[in-house]
């Protein structure tokens, strides 16, 4: 490498390093590119109006929906929501008001510790802690095991995003006279709220995608139910359970679901994107 | 401190212990479940591969195969993959084309596994199998590429779990990227080093961060669930071919969790999922022990 003569095969090795890292970028994008368009292309053709309207119809007769697994998913997410919200932000203000402190340290390790656990395991908690005791499938237990998974991903985005208001802020509300809790409450929280909804929204989606943890809570229903005690369909368990059947008509709709869930992504993800660049623009402005 | 701060602290800080109490209960829980079974079984329940749930003999061996090499097949496709994608955005590409490249490859991470699932049955699989009927009959002799074209196993789990851990390991590797300061790239250029030598100084640089990332990806390699179930053929059994069925830890809970009908196949199958958790806990805790201790040395910005 020290000689004028290996000059050119060092350019060409990196040049082709280069070459490498943006096939990399190439291999990556090919899988997506399939995916949506399968997603796509095959969900579209089962997608109408009955897919929303109604519930699944027996096997041999053509038509029905997911009305029961859609009306599942929207109660499960909506009661997880309900179990995560309150404690994940309050958590995530306790994280960046005490952010020094060793409680704050040992909860961001069990916040980024159950991030990482499996969902199927937080299924089989939550089957151990609401199935077993009850002996019975319902909707609590699947609302529960989606809320467990969720808190975390709220803690963690809600101190972030309190981190990132100005200390200029959090001191003015200290001189004026405030409590430590009227400034969290009145001013930092405020100016950190669209930012921590865009989090939620977020969690939402992504706990709307998930499977495994509803197998053997929520369980499943071919009917529809509203019930909390019952057992309830979503349209992942759908999709799962479609999609492993034998029948023509029952995959087809298993790839109209999955267009349902990959649009729901999108449209959250690409909804947060926005919300975050305009706060962002907000705050350059200032 | 004001008491009324001290009570807010202590009412805010309630909620906060929630997350160490939910931790520290699903241990619990899991190992009170899985207590039967821990006591019948012991030790051999690693170490034998007989699953008859008739007899009510369990033996999980071919399902931490499964899971480990099903892992490790999938960190070896994608690990080169995330770092050229990781080094290609945060060192390479137009800055208009940053945005964008991060945006898709977290759409990549955001896609349902069980999307995956359904698109590996549907179209990966097919083509797997294709693939495998293609195999000259030389390399069939080879114990890795063994027994009958079937689609479903081993190659087509390892390659569904690649595509899904890709934006993980490269969306960590660009953090612990960003954390190398310039003047270790500026110093290499100004040796006269080439592009990809003042690349691999900085990822030389960042080689804690770097292996955190890729430990991190393996982490969720070992929890997925969903899309793997669906492709791997779902066949307890220790082999070293890719075309063969296999099973993993977190496909056979999957499957079998509401058929258990005993108490004992009940807490084995608990069980499996019990050092889950234990592994995922340990490789993560490993991973973010790594990636901290990359930010820390660094002077500059914290990342992860």
């Known amino acids: 490498m020290n000689s004028l003569g290996t000059v050119a095969p060092r350019k060409i090795l990196s040049a082709l390093f280069v070459a490498a890292c943006a096939l990399s970028v190439a291999l990556a994008l090919v899988p997506l590119a399939f995916i949506m368009f399968f997603v796509v292309s095959q969900g579209i053709q089962s997608l109408n109006l009955d897919f929303f309207l109604h519930d699944p119809r027996p096997v041999g007769e053509p038509g029905g ?18 179990i995560a919200v309150p404690i994940g932000v309050v958590s995530g203000i306790y994280l960046s008001e005490y952010r020094g402190t060793r409680f704050a340290s040992a909860v961001r390790f069990a916040a980024d510790t159950l991030n990482g656990v499996p969902s199927i395991v937080i299924g089989v908690f939550a089957y151990g802690v609401a199935v077993l005791p009850f002996k019975h499938f319902s909707m609590l237990a699947g609302g529960l095991a989606l809320g467990i998974m969720m808190i975390p991903l709220i803690a963690r985005t809600t101190e972030e995003l309190l981190l ?30 669209p930012g921590i909804i865009t989090g939620v929204v977020l969690a939402l989606a992504r706990v709307a995608g998930e499977t495994a943890p509803l197998l053997f809570t929520s369980f499943g229903n071919p009917f529809f139910s509203t019930s909390l005690t019952q057992p309830v369909s979503s349209i992942t368990v759908q999709v799962f359970s479609y999609a492993i059947s034998p029948y023509e008509d029952w995959h087809r709709q298993a790839w109209a679901g999955a267009l349902v869930l990959v649009s729901i992504v999108l449209i959250c993800s690409v909804a947060a994107r926005m919300a975050t660049a305009r706060v962002a623009r907000i705050r350059g402005g200032q | 401190m004001r008491s009324r701060d001290l009570g807010f602290r202590l009412s805010i800080g309630a909620f906060a212990a929630a997350l160490l109490l939910i931790v520290t209960a699903i241990g619990f829980e899991l190992a009170r479940q899985s207590w039967l079974s821990i006591q019948r079984f012991g030790f051999d329940f690693w170490r034998t591969s007989t699953w008859d749930p008739v007899a009510g003999e369990f033996g999980a061996l071919p399902f931490i195969w499964g899971t480990l090499y099903s892992s490790i097949l999938a960190l070896a ?75 479903v196993g081993m190659l087509a789990a390892g390659l569904v779990l690649a595509v899904m851990v890709v934006p993980f390991t490269s969306s960590v590797a660009r953090e612990v990227l960003k954390t190398v300061p310039m003047t270790q790239r500026e110093a290499a250029y100004a040796l006269g080093a080439t592009r990809f030598e003042a690349i691999r100084a900085a990822m030389f640089y960042a080689r804690t961060g770097i292996i955190g990332a890729i430990m991190l990806g393996f982490g969720r390699a070992l929890g997925e669930t969903m899309a793997v179930t669906m492709v791997i053929g779902n066949n307890p059994q220790v082999s070293l071919s890719l075309f063969a069925p296999q099973y993993t830890m977190s496909a056979v809970v999957a499957n079998e969790f509401t058929e258990a009908t005993d108490a004992l196949y009940l807490s084995a199958l608990v069980e499996i999922g019990l050092v889950l958790f234990i592994i995922t806990l340990l490789v993560n805790g490993l991973s973010r022990g790594l990636i901290w201790t990359m930010a820390r040395q660094v002077p500059s910005k914290v990342a992860a």
């Open chain 1, 164 to 193: 990132l208001v100005p200390n200029a802020l959090r001191e003015g509300a200290l001189a004026l006279g405030a409590t430590r809790a009227k400034a969290v409450m009145t001013v930092l929280v405020p100016a950190a709220l």
């Open chain 1, 65 to 82: 929906g997911m009305r029961n697994a859609i009306v599942g998913t929207l109660m499960l997410t909506g009661l997880a929501a309900a």
């Open chain 2, 77 to 151: 496709i994608a690990t080169p993959v995330a770092l050229g994608i990781a080094v290609f955005v945060s060192e390479l590409c137009p800055p208009v084309l940053r945005a964008p490249l991060i945006f898709l490859t977290e759409l990549l991470a955001a896609i349902p596994s069980i999307v995956y699932g359904l698109w590996g049955i549907f179209v990966l699989v097919p083509f797997v199998r294709l693939l495998e009927t293609w195999t000259p009959e030389s390399m069939r002799a080879l114990p890795l590429f063994s027994g009958p074209p079937l689609g």
